[in-house]
C-alpha cells in the first residue's frame, strides 16, 4: 500500500513539473524574458502601456483610432525566435501560449503587478471647472452642429468624408461636456481604466478579441510593391493594428486562440488560483542557497508555527483573499 502511494505521488509530481516546463519553454522559445512577457499582458488587459498618473483624460484627448492611440493601447512583443515557432507546430505553440498567459493571469503575482500599476496611475490632479455658460453654450452648439449634419446627410452633393470629420468633431465636443459635467474626470477614467476588480477588464478583453476574430477575412488579398503589402480593398486596409494582427497570424491560430478564450470565458476568471509561475529567477538559484539555508534553518515546529502567524498577518494575501471573493460574484 505503501509503495502504491509512493508511486501514485510521483506520477504527480511528474505532471506538475511537466506542465510547469510546458509553459516556461514558450516563452523561453520565443527568445523573450518572463518578467518582459507578463508586463506585455498586463498592459494589455490594461489598454495602457505607460502607468504615469491620470492627471489627463485620454479618452478625451486622444483619438483610439489613430495609430498613436492604438500603440498606446495595444503593443505586440518582439519575439526574435518567432520565425522558428511559426515553422513548427503553430497549434501547440499557440495554446502553450494561451495556457501561459492565462496562468499568469490567474496568478497572485498578476493581482500583485497589476496593483502596482493601478496605484501608480493614481490621478493627482483634476482639471479646472469648465465654466457654467461655456458649458451651456457648447451644449447649444453641439444640438445646432447635429441638426446640420442632419440636413446635409440628404444632400447628395456633400462628400461622405466631409460629413464624418463633422460628426467626429461633434463626437469630440460631446466628450468634452461630459468631462465638464463631470467633477473629476481623471478619476473616473482611472477607475474605468483601473476598475478595483481586474477580473472585469480580463473578460471584456477576452470577449473583444473574440469578437475581433469572427470580423477577419483570412482570405483577404494582398498588394505587393516592393517591400510593402497592402491589403487589395481599401477597407481592410483601414482596419485597426489589432484586426491587421489577427490576420498576419493566419486562420490556425486564431482558430485555437479564440476556442482557448471562449472556453477561458466559460470558466470564469479565477484571481490568484495560481501560487507559482516561471520567472526570469526560476533557474538562477545561487549555488551556496542550499548551505545557507541549511544552516539558518529552524526546527520543525518553530518553521511551521512562523509560517502559521506570518499567513495570520499577512495584508498583501489578505487583499488577495478580497479580490477572489469579488472575481466570485462576478461568475457566479
Given at each position: 500500500?505503501?509503495?502504491?502511494?509512493?508511486?501514485?505521488?510521483?506520477?504527480?509530481?511528474?505532471?506538475?513539473?511537466?506542465?510547469?516546463?510546458?509553459?516556461?519553454?514558450?516563452?523561453?522559445?520565443?527568445?523573450?524574458?518572463?518578467?518582459?512577457?507578463?508586463?506585455?499582458?498586463?498592459?494589455?488587459?490594461?489598454?495602457?502601456?505607460?502607468?504615469?498618473?491620470?492627471?489627463?483624460?485620454?479618452?478625451?484627448?486622444?483619438?483610439?483610432?489613430?495609430?498613436?492611440?492604438?500603440?498606446?493601447?495595444?503593443?505586440?512583443?518582439?519575439?526574435?525566435?518567432?520565425?522558428?515557432?511559426?515553422?513548427?507546430?503553430?497549434?501547440?505553440?499557440?495554446?502553450?501560449?494561451?495556457?501561459?498567459?492565462?496562468?499568469?493571469?490567474?496568478?497572485?503575482?498578476?493581482?500583485?503587478?497589476?496593483?502596482?500599476?493601478?496605484?501608480?496611475?493614481?490621478?493627482?490632479?483634476?482639471?479646472?471647472?469648465?465654466?457654467?455658460?461655456?458649458?451651456?453654450?457648447?451644449?447649444?452648439?453641439?444640438?445646432?452642429?447635429?441638426?446640420?449634419?442632419?440636413?446635409?446627410?440628404?444632400?447628395?452633393?456633400?462628400?461622405?468624408?466631409?460629413?464624418?470629420?463633422?460628426?467626429?468633431?461633434?463626437?469630440?465636443?460631446?466628450?468634452?461636456?461630459?468631462?465638464?459635467?463631470?467633477?473629476?474626470?481623471?478619476?473616473?477614467?482611472?477607475?474605468?481604466?483601473?476598475?478595483?476588480?481586474?477580473?472585469?477588464?480580463?473578460?471584456?478583453?477576452?470577449?473583444?478579441?473574440?469578437?475581433?476574430?469572427?470580423?477577419?477575412?483570412?482570405?483577404?488579398?494582398?498588394?505587393v510593391n516592393g517591400r510593402r503589402k497592402t491589403f487589395t480593398n481599401p477597407?481592410?486596409?483601414k482596419k485597426s493594428l489589432k484586426w491587421k494582427a489577427v490576420y498576419r497570424?493566419?486562420?490556425?491560430?486564431?482558430?485555437?486562440?479564440?476556442?482557448?478564450?471562449?472556453?477561458?470565458?466559460?470558466?470564469?476568471?479565477?484571481?490568484?488560483?495560481?501560487?507559482?509561475?516561471?520567472?526570469?529567477?526560476?533557474?538562477?538559484?545561487?549555488?551556496?542557497?542550499?548551505?545557507?539555508?541549511?544552516?539558518?534553518?529552524?526546527?520543525?515546529?518553530?518553521?511551521?508555527?512562523?509560517?502559521?502567524?506570518?499567513?495570520?498577518?499577512?495584508?498583501?494575501?489578505?487583499?488577495?483573499?478580497?479580490?477572489?471573493?469579488?472575481?466570485?460574484?462576478?461568475?457566479?
Open positions: 500500500m505503501k509503495r502504491r502511494t509512493n508511486i501514485i505521488l510521483i506520477v504527480i509530481c511528474i505532471t506538475f513539473f511537466s506542465a510547469f516546463r510546458l509553459a516556461d519553454s514558450i516563452i523561453e522559445n520565443l527568445g523573450l524574458q518572463h518578467q518582459y512577457a507578463q508586463r506585455i499582458i498586463l498592459n494589455n488587459i490594461i489598454g495602457r502601456q505607460y502607468h504615469s498618473p491620470v492627471d489627463i483624460n485620454e479618452e478625451g484627448i486622444s483619438n483610439a483610432e489613430s495609430i498613436d492611440g492604438q500603440t498606446r493601447a495595444f503593443t505586440i512583443p518582439r519575439a526574435r525566435m518567432l520565425q522558428t515557432i511559426i515553422e513548427g507546430d503553430k497549434n501547440a505553440a499557440t495554446n502553450e501560449l494561451c495556457q501561459y498567459i492565462k496562468e499568469y493571469v490567474h496568478s497572485e503575482k498578476f493581482l500583485r503587478d497589476y496593483e502596482t500599476a493601478r496605484k501608480s496611475a493614481t490621478p493627482t490632479d483634476e482639471p479646472t471647472p469648465m465654466d457654467p455658460a461655456l458649458y451651456e453654450q457648447m451644449k447649444q452648439s453641439v444640438k445646432q452642429q447635429e441638426a446640420e449634419i442632419a440636413k446635409l446627410k440628404g444632400n447628395k452633393q456633400i462628400p461622405a468624408a466631409a460629413l464624418k470629420k463633422a460628426e467626429e468633431a461633434v463626437a469630440d465636443q460631446k466628450k468634452m461636456l461630459a468631462q465638464g459635467n463631470d467633477p473629476t474626470p481623471n478619476k473616473t477614467y482611472w477607475l474605468k481604466t483601473y476598475p478595483e476588480n481586474p477580473a472585469v477588464l480580463i473578460k471584456t478583453r477576452l470577449e473583444e478579441y473574440v469578437k475581433l476574430v469572427s470580423t477577419v477575412d483570412f482570405n483577404a488579398a494582398l498588394t477597407v481592410y486596409e497570424a493566419g486562420k490556425d491560430v486564431n482558430t485555437t486562440a479564440s476556442a482557448f478564450a471562449k472556453e477561458w470565458i466559460q470558466q470564469g476568471i479565477k484571481l490568484g488560483s495560481v501560487q507559482s509561475i516561471p520567472t526570469d529567477e526560476t533557474n538562477r538559484k545561487p549555488a551556496n542557497a542550499s548551505k545557507t539555508e541549511s544552516s539558518s534553518a529552524q526546527p520543525a515546529s518553530t518553521t511551521s508555527s512562523q509560517q502559521e502567524e506570518t499567513k495570520k498577518s499577512d495584508p498583501v494575501k489578505e487583499g488577495f483573499k478580497s479580490m477572489k471573493e469579488k472575481a466570485k460574484k462576478i461568475w457566479n
